[in-house]
């Protein structure tokens, strides 16, 4: 079976060295910003921390992901006595919140890991080291990932016919390109 060879990026995240600076938040957003460093606004930053002094909270989220839809329920944690607000792990920009969306137009954001720099920008700007990039590589079988874009392919064509299928794909690649 094909195997492709790829870098798998983690960034280990020591909830327990963060002081919620939030630099992570600054950096991220000045380094998104159009032209690039020449605004700050942490509302449009990719990575938010959690942040309630009180219970001692500081927890680094990254965005990820957009959902399209919310889930059919949402989840609250409490972890050695402190409770955390709901959905506050959750990565996605999603329809229930205004987290990771751009606050003006609502589109979502997602981290890139700062393409193009040499290390994930966050990671270089936290002084506490709770930010940590880890990289390393992994085999990723191709011809099973090709297996099942056919599986799902002809069933879409046995569902709707062939035609159909073709003139949707044309379709939501003019709009992606659009
Ligand atoms: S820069 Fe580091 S210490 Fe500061 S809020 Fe971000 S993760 Fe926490
Ligand atoms: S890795 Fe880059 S894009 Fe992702 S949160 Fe950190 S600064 Fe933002």
């Not at 998104?32 to 009180?54: C, D, E, G, M, T």
């Not at 920009?93 to 981290?111: I, Q, V, Y």
């Not at 890139?112 to 270089?124: R, S």
């Not at 992994?138 to 599986?151: F, M, P, R, S």
């Amino acid at each position: 079976m094909a195997t492709e060879k790829k870098i798998v990026k983690t960034i280990r995240i020591n909830a327990d060295l963060c002081n919620g600076c939030r630099a992570c938040e600054m950096i991220c957003s000045a380094f998104h910003a159009q032209p690039k460093y020449s605004s700050n606004n942490p509302a449009r930053a990719r990575i938010r921390v959690l942040r309630h002094p009180l219970q001692d909270i500081y927890v680094p989220v990254y965005a990820g992901e957009s959902a399209g839809a919310e889930c059919a329920g949402r989840d609250k944690y409490i972890i050695d006595g402190k409770e955390y607000d709901e959905c506050a792990f959750c990565r996605a920009p999603c329809p229930s919140r205004a987290d990771f969306k751009e606050p003006d137009s609502g589109l979502p954001l997602k981290c890139d890991m700062c393409e193009g720099e040499e290390e994930p920008l966050c990671v270089k700007w936290c002084i506490t080291d709770a930010l940590v990039l880890e990289e390393r590589e992994e085999e990723v079988e191709l011809a099973a990932e090709q297996e099942e874009l056919d599986i799902g392919l002809e069933s879409l064509a046995e569902k709707y016919g062939i035609e159909k299928v073709v003139d949707a794909v044309a379709r939501m690649s003019v709009a992606k390109k659009g």
